[in-house]
Nanobody, 115 residues
Framework: QVQLVESGGGLVQPGGSLRLSCAAS????????MGWYRQAPGIKRDMVAR?????SPSYAASVYDRFTIPKDGANVDLQMNRLKPEDTAVYYC???????????WGQGIQVTVSS
């Protein structure tokens, strides 16, 4: 089992920056990937960025030049720069473990980009 606690988020103006943080606990030695997903109303949940246990990141095309996913041990952040209104969504932290490729999710955190 892996527990995920997210923090950060809130309201930011277009063009601004925001940083989300996710702290994992539990069976962290078995984590293969950690990442951030987002879901806007009426839209399916999509991957924003994820990083392997070895530190290799991957990004959605819509954010690759604006977001980064720093990782420090069992903690992973999402640094979001040059935010746009279309980045508005609930952001979820995810961890995938080796056993059965199970996924664990955080509770979600709201990010609103608006003037």
């Amino acid at each position: 089992q892996v527990q995920l606690v997210e923090s950060g988020g809130g309201l930011v103006q277009p063009g601004g920056s925001l940083r989300l943080s996710c702290a994992a606990s539990g069976d962290i030695s078995s984590i293969l990937f950690m990442g951030w997903y987002r879901q806007a109303p009426g839209i399916k949940r999509d991957m924003v960025a994820r990083i392997s246990s070895g530190g290799s990141p991957s990004y959605a095309a819509s954010v690759y030049d604006r977001f980064t996913i720093p990782k420090d041990g069992a903690n992973v952040d999402l640094q979001m720069n040059r935010l746009k209104p279309e980045d508005t969504a609930v952001y979820y932290c995810m961890a995938q473990i080796a056993a059965g490729l199970r996924e664990f999710w955080g509770q979600g955190i709201q990010v609103t980009v608006s003037s």
